[in-house]
T-cell receptor, first 111, second 115 residues
Framework: GEDVEQSLFLSVREGDSSVINCTYT??????LYWYKQEPGAGLQLLTY?????DMKQDQRLTVLLNKKDKHLSLRIADTQTGDSAIYFC???????????FGKGTRLHILP | ETGVTQSPTHLIKTRGQQVTLRCSSQ?????VSWYQQALGQGPQFIFQ???????GRGNFPPRFSGLQFPNYSSELNVNALELDDSALYLC??????????????FGQGTRLTVV
């Protein structure tokens, strides 16, 4: 089946690292994504990883993929107030262009 | 800003009515995908249009239909509106049907409320 699960809330102090976790069920995923959605805004693709990779780093963002456990994580280093948003984990299964999204993790930044 | 524009930004309709939502794709993009995002949920794929034809559909009933025009802009039509159709409707445009989905850009969405 197609299912993406992630925790709904995360609170982190400004300057600390944020780690958002996600699990997915479809082993035929080709790409996995992290999207960011700020209030009143559409979706912004933050980063993505191809399913044959273990890790991808892009400035403050690090994506880790454990394909055996079907676990994806996003680490945001030095979390800032501007990182406050909802973060969606998503997968593309490759049969068509459909993306399956999780319900989103709301990241709250504590002063 | 992504260059993908949606109209209207907000809309209130009555149950049983019909609604048309519009999306202008980014310049040069010939593919438009539509998503429904209910409150507290992730977006769900409705369908995709490529060169004026439907190119993939999610698990939505036939009362959800679409069009794509020669200039690649697109419409989402929903007939016989139900309360559960209340959601944020997002469109995304891409240069071609992009299996990596890494070049799809989202608009800001239309917030539809059905009362």
């Amino acid at each position: 089946g197609e299912d993406v699960e992630q925790s709904l809330f995360l609170s982190v102090r400004e300057g600390d690292s944020s780690v958002i976790n996600c699990t997915y069920t479809d082993s035929s995923s080709t790409y996995l994504y992290w999207y960011k959605q700020e209030p009143g805004a559409g979706l912004q693709l933050l980063t993505y990883i191809f399913s044959n990779m273990d890790m991808k780093q892009d400035q403050r963002l690090t994506v880790l993929l454990n394909k055996k456990d079907k676990h994806l994580s996003l680490r945001i280093a030095d979390t800032q107030t501007g990182d406050s948003a909802i973060y969606f984990c998503a997968e593309s299964i490759g049969r068509d262009d459909k993306i399956i999204f999780g319900k989103g993790t709301r990241l709250h930044i504590l002063p | 800003e992504t260059g993908v524009t949606q109209s209207p930004t907000h809309l209130i309709k009555t149950r049983g009515q019909q609604v048309t939502l519009r999306c202008s794709s980014q310049s040069g993009h010939n593919t438009v995908s539509w998503y429904q995002q209910a409150l507290g949920q992730g977006p769900q794929f409705i369908f995709q249009y490529y060169r004026e034809e439907e190119n993939g559909r999610g698990n939505f009933p036939p009362r959800f239909s679409g069009l794509q025009f020669p200039n690649y802009s697109s419409e989402l039509n929903v007939n016989a509106l139900e309360l559960d159709d209340s959601a944020l409707y997002l469109c995304a445009s891409s240069l071609e049907p992009d299996r990596s989905n890494t070049e799809a850009f989202f608009g800001q969405g239309t917030r539809l409320t059905v009362v």
